[in-house]
């Protein structure tokens, strides 16, 4: 019944934005977040909202570039990405858990989305 589910993935050229979405349905949840994972390295955190208050927080690799939002009432959070660059390519993973103080922690989260590709063309 708990399901996410991600769209937004594509193919863009270094400096183009992307958005990303993640649809939760089956219950809410204290934080959703972004993971990313590159060909040969390991998942890794990239951004997290608080949902009841908001709070973000982003890797320093992304900072300034990314933006993560909820929308309340569809359950949805959003991964806006500008200025990509190559070393953004990766499949991309939205997260839901309980908030932890260890948000970039993968065993924080419960749930995961299916992944969706984004592919940045230099």
């Known amino acids: 019944q708990v399901q996410l589910v991600e769209s937004g993935g594509g193919l863009v050229q270094a400096g183009g934005s992307l958005r990303l979405s993640c649809a939760a349905s089956g219950r809410t949840f204290s934080a959703m977040g972004w993971f990313r994972q590159a060909p040969g390295k390991e998942r890794e955190f990239v951004a997290v909202?608080?949902?009841?208050?908001?709070?973000?927080y982003y890797a320093d690799s992304v900072k300034g570039r990314f933006t993560i939002s909820r929308d309340n009432a569809n359950n949805t959070v959003y991964l806006q990405m500008n200025s990509l660059k190559p070393e953004d390519t990766a499949v991309y993973y939205c997260?839901?858990?309980?908030?932890?103080?260890?948000?970039?922690?993968?065993?924080?989260?419960?749930?995961w989305g299916q992944g969706t590709q984004v592919t940045v063309s230099s």
């Open positions: 909202i608080r949902w009841n208050y908001g709070d973000t």
């Open positions: 997260a839901a858990g309980p908030y932890s103080y260890y948000y970039t922690w993968q065993s924080k989260y419960d749930y």
